[in-house]
């Protein structure tokens, strides 16, 4: 399996896809690391819209920046992490924005026994 990886990275300089795959893979966890710093409930929901959405996050950022940053690959998978971090982040700004400005609040209560 590592060998694998290496070859991906070595021939990462001249495929953008490979470039957006690893900006995936890596800001989808830097995502997930700020959500479970936050404290959090962990569900598999949560798990999976943090991945998804810091993953999506970096490895658009990473596309984006392709063409400008293709000879500075560390450079590149570096913005595109810091993206995954701060994509989660945002996302639960903007939503707490938004939240307070249209004045809802949603609350989910689970019963025992229902």
């Keep these: 399996m590592p060998e694998r990886v290496?070859?991906?990275?070595?021939?990462?300089?001249?495929?953008p896809w490979i470039v957006g795959m690893l900006a995936f893979f890596g800001a989808?966890?830097?995502g997930l690391?700020?959500?479970?710093?936050?404290?959090?409930e962990i569900t598999w929901r949560a798990?999976?819209?943090?991945?998804?959405?810091?993953?999506f996050i970096g490895a658009i950022i990473?596309?984006?920046?392709?063409k400008n940053f293709a000879?500075?690959?560390?450079?590149l998978l570096g913005i595109s992490l810091l993206a995954g971090i701060g994509g989660a982040s945002m996302l639960d700004f903007f939503l707490l924005?938004?939240?307070q400005r249209i004045g809802i609040d949603i609350k989910i209560d689970r019963r025992k026994g229902d």
């Design 6 to 15: 290496f070859e991906y990275m070595s021939r990462a300089g001249n495929e």
């Design 62 to 66: 990473a596309l984006i920046g392709y």
């Design 33 to 40: 690391a700020t959500q479970l710093r936050v404290g959090k």
């Design 71 to 75: 000879d500075n690959l560390p450079y």
């Design 47 to 55: 798990i999976t819209a943090a991945m998804l959405n810091s993953g």
């Design 97 to 99: 924005l938004i939240k």
């Design 28 to 30: 989808s966890f830097a």
